[in-house]
Nanobody, 128 residues
Framework: VQLQASGGGLVQAGGSLRLSCAASGVTFSNYVMGWFRQAPGKEREFVSAISRDGDNKEYADSLEGRFTISRDNAKSTVYLQLNGLKPEDTAVYFC??????????????????????WGQGTQVTVSS
């Protein structure tokens, strides 16, 4: 199983980025997909999750509606659109896949322990 995250980079405050995470070796539609981030010296934190069918989404309260998660099951890819970026968004962003074929299609996971596979992370740096 591989999760390959991409799309990170250096951006000025107020800018946007689109992160992608391509999965291989899994039946993608059987997995809840999530994004987490980890800033230097801080614990990994939940950012967003999307259900297997893409109809249900959850976001961390701190994001204030600036990020949007989506998925394309045909391409086995999950996306995270980051808008209105702030310096405090600087972190390594990780995508993760959590088994959910045995659960309702609307199931979401916001805890890291629910996720079975992790990508390598992509760095997002926001300058002020």
């Amino acid at each position: 199983v591989q999760l390959q995250a991409s799309g990170g980079g250096l951006v000025q405050a107020g800018g946007s980025l689109r992160l992608s995470c391509a999965a291989s070796g899994v039946t993608f539609s059987n997995y809840v997909m999530g994004w987490f981030r980890q800033a230097p010296g801080k614990e990994r934190e939940f950012v967003s999750a999307i259900s297997r069918d893409g109809d249900n989404k959850e976001y961390a309260d701190s994001l204030e509606g600036r990020f949007t998660i989506s998925r394309d099951n045909a391409k086995s890819t999950v996306y995270l659109q980051l808008n209105g970026l702030k310096p405090e968004d600087t972190a390594v962003y990780f995508c993760a896949a959590g088994r959910a074929f045995f659960r309702h299609t609307s199931t979401l996971y916001n805890s890291a322990r629910e996720y079975n596979y992790w990508g390598q992370g992509t760095q997002v740096t926001v300058s002020s």
